[in-house]
């Protein structure tokens, strides 16, 4: 079958998980339908999907822990919008427009990786959440948890409530920080002289030190040569006698000796002159550092006071930054934060009360936007609940009414001030009920389906994955939820776990999964059907282990009105 969608699912690879050893599965554009017995396998496939976009893996998963266990979706992409989302996410398709998602499971670790990059399991699950919609056999429980059904409003109109929501919660935080603010701040005037005279004292214990910008890093220094002022000194005074004038065998003395030597012949030979020069200079550079010694040695005289009052500086120093920040900066910056508190306790009515007009305007600007943005999603729940009773007809519901009833919130909270829920009356003159108080099983599950194939059409998500939509229903429910998913199928890939033979005649592409002993071992393998197997499972699905040739037929006759109601 040609692809015409956005993207969707080519592949899915799985070895040594649970059951499965190694199962390789090609899906197809259309309607995806996965058939097997009780216990076959049916919900390993879903829980190897969901581990392979970002779920959790539960203990003992792998067949055989002495080995790797690999879970693979290759994805085919086609959209430039899809293929810009992912981008922002950090991961290109490749040039053939693919994206393979790997999660390898060794020595009880997971290594995720997108294209051979590696990621981690949120980035996966954040990437997977563009590629992939899946509805498990307990999602249709969040239909019964009221806090759930503005999160479906709000997930169907997520692009025209886009701006008003970020609009709101830009003012939900501003009145929040704010209002933090003047309740922290709210104080007696007994705390307040408290609070004042605290900082008074802080502030001037700070600037009483009268600090100096990288003061400590000069007084760190010196410190450190006072310190090891004798040793210095020793051993400069050393090298002085040494090199000076004052002993005989001083360099500056066997020096001058050479210089007297050399001046008592150097008219007898031109070259001796040149000799002559050149320890002249010498004696000049040894006179020049000599003078150079002597005055660092006599820099490094000081009396006990001087060392002290370094040594003191430097402890009060140590101690400011001990109590008020690790560098000077940190204690200079701290005071100056220090003076703007004491400004506004000192002027503390103005600031309360200039504080208190702030949240005043920030609640007004607060309760606009709540009400713009509860406006927009009555508007769109009017929409949505039209196009979820329209698909409900679709599905055996008759004359049913579907509704989204809003109370309103004492006060706004981080999503407004909606409290909103779904309502609903399947039978003719029964008073429209919240949803999470009436529905059963069966009919929460064509409610959730509903839900699902309007949310389709908003989502751009072109791949959509049933485990077992089809819980508690039968008979003609379990037709026209078949014929639903057909609909939904020409304009996305559907891929669906089903024990119902109606949604199975409709597949576009039938797989079955069955037990299978190998080599002494028990074993789940999957496989694409022919038309003539497809029957066959249909045929099982219609009459249990025994396949009768009444099943058979009817299986055929299925199949049949299944292609021409896909015509239509």
Same mark, same amino acid.
């Given at each position: ?15 040594? !998980?649970? /059951? ?14 996965? +058939? ?23 203990? #003992? ?19 430039? =919008? ?11 398709? %490749? ?56 999160? !479906? ?17 830009? *003012? ?58 004798? #040793? ?8 002085? %006698?040494?090199?000076? &004038? ?21 008219? /007898? ?5 040149? !000799? ?5 200079? $010498? ?10 010694? =002597? ?52 002027? &503390? ?5 200039? /504080? ?28 949505? *609940? ?34 909103? &829920?779904?309502?609903? =009356? ?27 194939? *309007? ?32 609909? $939904? %199928? ?18 576009? =592409? ?13 074993? +789940? ?44």
């Amino acid at each position: 079958m040609e692809y015409t969608g956005g993207h969707m699912l080519l592949n899915v690879h799985i070895k040594n !998980i649970a /059951l499965i050893e190694d199962a390789n599965i090609n899906f197809t554009d259309g309607l995806n339908i996965l +058939t097997g017995e009780t216990g076959a396998g049916k919900s390993i496939i879903m829980g190897a999907l969901k581990i392979g976009m970002g779920g959790k893996l539960p203990k #003992d998963m792998l067949r055989d822990p002495e080995k790797e266990g690999f879970c693979q979706l290759l994805f085919f992409i086609d959209d430039e =919008s899809l293929v810009k989302q992912l981008q922002e996410l950090g991961v290109t398709p %490749s040039e053939d427009g693919e994206i393979i998602i790997t999660r390898r499971i060794v020595n009880g670790r997971t290594m995720n990786t997108i294209n051979d990059q590696t990621v981690t399991a949120a980035k996966l699950k954040d990437v997977s959440a563009l590629l992939v919609d899946m509805h498990a056999q307990h999602e249709q429980q969040i239909l019964l948890k009221k806090a759930e059904h503005l999160n !479906i409003m709000d997930k169907f109109a997520k692009r025209p409530l886009a701006s008003l929501k970020q609009k709101y919660e830009d *003012c939900y935080k501003t009145f929040e920080d704010l209002r933090k603010e003047l309740e922290e701040g709210q104080m007696d005037e007994g705390e307040r002289k408290r609070k004042l005279e605290y900082i008074r004292f802080e502030a001037g214990e700070i600037e009483g030190a009268r600090l100096v910008p990288g003061e400590d890093e000069e007084l760190e220094k010196q410190y450190r040569k006072m310190v090891n002022a004798k #040793d210095i000194v020793e051993a400069v005074s050393e090298v002085y %006698s040494i090199t000076g &004038y004052n002993r005989n065998a001083s360099a500056g003395n066997e020096i001058g000796r050479a210089l007297a030597s050399l001046k008592a012949i150097k008219g /007898l030979d031109e070259e001796i002159e040149s !000799i002559f020069s050149e320890l002249t200079n $010498i004696d000049s550079l040894l006179n020049d550092f000599n003078v150079s010694v =002597s005055d660092y040695m006599q820099s490094m005289e000081f009396d006990e006071s001087e060392f002290h009052e370094v040594e003191d500086r430097l402890n009060t120093i140590n101690n400011l930054k001990g109590k008020y920040g690790r560098t000077l900066d940190d204690v200079l910056a701290y005071l100056e934060q220090l003076k703007q508190n004491e400004a506004k306790l000192v002027q &503390y009515e103005e600031y309360a009360e200039e /504080l208190q007009q702030k949240v005043k305007t920030a609640k007004k600007e607060l309760d606009q936007a709540a009400e713009v943005l509860s406006a927009e999603r009555k508007i769109q729940a009017k929409e949505l *609940c039209k196009r979820v009773s329209e698909a409900l007809e679709d599905l055996s519901f008759n004359q049913i009414r579907f509704d989204m009833h809003f109370d309103r919130l004492t006060h706004p909270g981080t999503s407004g001030i909606d409290d909103c &829920y779904f309502v609903v =009356s399947t039978n003719v003159g029964e008073k429209e009920r919240p949803l999470y108080e009436v529905a059963s099983g069966g009919e929460l599950s064509r409610i959730m389906l509903a839900i699902k194939s *309007c949310m389709a059409s908003e989502d751009n998500i072109d791949t959509l994955i049933f485990d077992e939509i089809d819980v508690g229903i039968s008979g003609r429910a379990a037709s026209s939820v078949a014929a639903k998913l057909a609909v $939904i %199928s020409k304009a996305h890939q559907v891929i669906s776990i089903t024990h119902l033979p109606q949604i199975a005649a409709m597949a576009d =592409s039938h797989y079955r999964i069955e037990k299978v002993v190998k080599d002494g071992k028990t074993i +789940t393998q999957i496989s694409k059907l022919d038309r003539e197997e497809s029957v066959l499972e249909i045929a099982r699905l219609l009459g249990g282990a025994e396949i009768t040739n009444a099943a058979v037929e009817n299986a055929r006759d299925m199949k049949e009105l299944a292609d021409k109601a896909k015509i239509h």
